[in-house]
């Protein structure tokens, strides 16, 4: 590959999620290293943007469209990779993916909609093997921080107890951050075309949709409240859980089954213990049904940069053993979930790819799988998360 080309182009720079993506590399990768573009439909608003965010006036600016093929392939023809922000990507997201694969340009996305996923992987994972692409979803907080914290608590299991946990649990203890706008039009788009063509309810509901040809284990519904004995709560049903499961247990499934063939993952909200927790529980409910409907956000609406400053996420991860034994892990984020620390997850997600793993074999990835403990370190290093062995 060319290396007079381009790092990373961010598509969808002028958007909301795309702005801060820009305004991440801009801040923090200032130093010239990293040679990378902002890409979208107006030049001008390209331009607005960049001045905007304080982005050098030498940052190349890319006219790209998902409608017209021909600059999808004229902005990837200029680079190594593309993150791309523009959702929802069943929507807009095809022509991309197709010119990738084509060109065998590395692909980062957002993507939390499994239907569509599973539809990319079954049409294009033997083509993008041999144009030599990466294709990577789900870099921001779905899936990245629940696919290595799994990871994480494993290898502390497989310290303290010999091999890996055949059960994990996932919860989410804390967190402060509004859904983005992306999140509630996947969801939606998602339910639509599943409306159009019943047949997709099957790989919607389940959790083995993206391990095509493999089937594990019943796994945990976590579609209502529910007592936890072993943490002395109340949870409740955490809705990014439908494509973080599936991005768990693809990541096992791309690693060759660390955690075993009969894995079994779920994630739920801790709400709390007794009446009050129980009470928790229901509220959540209601409002997960709220944050995908009329009063949802809308895609280019988000948080002020101060309440984004403000978010922060705080999960806890049990690897349990066949005799009840338990080891913990806590990961925490220090912005909010679905722009603060998203947009910093993607950035270093195309960076590690392209520094710290370059040897990683073409086809479609998880973040987890593909970087594994390098993309930790990177996301502890630069993208304020931590990783912690609780007693």
Avoid at 53 to 75: E, F, N, R
Avoid at 199 to 228: C, D, H, M, W
Avoid at 315 to 326: E, K, T
Wanted: hydrophobic share 40%.
């Amino acid at each position: 590959m060319s290396s007079s080309k381009l790092d990373i182009v961010v598509y969808g720079a002028t958007g909301f999620t795309g702005q801060l993506v820009a305004e991440y590399l801009a801040a923090h990768y200032r130093d010239g290293s990293l040679k990378w573009a902002m890409a979208g439909r107006s030049k001008d608003k390209l331009a607005s943007v960049r001045d905007a965010i304080g982005a050098p006036a030498d940052t190349p600016l890319i006219v790209a469209d998902a409608g017209d093929a021909a600059s999808l392939k004229a902005m990837l023809a200029q680079t190594k990779s593309v993150i791309s922000t523009v959702g929802p990507y069943q929507l807009y997201g095809n022509e991309l993916i197709a010119a990738c694969v084509e060109s065998g340009t590395d692909y980062f996305d957002l993507c939390g909609e499994p239907v569509w996923m599973r539809q990319m992987i079954d049409k294009y994972e033997a083509a993008a093997k041999a144009s030599g692409a990466r294709i990577v979803f789900s870099c921001g907080f779905d899936s990245v921080p629940f696919e290595l914290g799994t990871f994480f608590v494993q290898d502390e299991a497989k310290r303290v107890f010999g091999a890996a946990a055949q059960r994990v649990k996932g919860r989410v203890r804390d967190m402060r951050g509004t859904l983005s706008g992306g999140t509630a039009a996947s969801a939606k788009a998602t339910f639509d075309a599943v409306a159009k063509d019943l047949s997709l309810v099957a790989i919607l509901n389940n959790p083995f949709a993206l391990t095509p040809g493999f089937e594990g284990p019943k796994q945990p519904r976590g579609s209502k409240p529910a007592y936890e004995d072993d943490l002395h709560s109340w949870t409740a049903p955490f809705m990014m859980a439908l494509i973080n499961t599936r991005n768990v247990h693809r990541s096992n499934m791309l690693m060759g089954f660390p955690y075993g063939k009969e894995f079994i993952y779920d994630e739920m909200v801790l709400t709390g213990p007794g009446e009050k927790g129980e009470a928790n529980a229901k509220r959540v409910m209601a409002l997960n049904a709220e944050k995908t409907g009329p009063s949802a956000p809308k895609p280019g609406e988000g948080p002020s940069k101060e309440e984004r400053e403000n978010g922060r996420y705080d999960l806890l991860y049990l690897a349990v053993a066949p005799d009840g034994r338990m080891v913990r892990a806590g990961i925490k984020g220090d912005r909010d979930p679905g722009y603060g620390s998203t947009s910093k997850m993607i950035s270093e997600c195309a960076i590690c790819l392209l520094r710290d793993t370059p040897d990683v074999a073409p086809g479609f990835w998880t973040p987890g799988a593909a970087m594994q403990h390098k993309l930790i370190k990177r996301l502890v290093d630069h993208a304020g998360l931590t990783f912690e062995v609780e007693k």
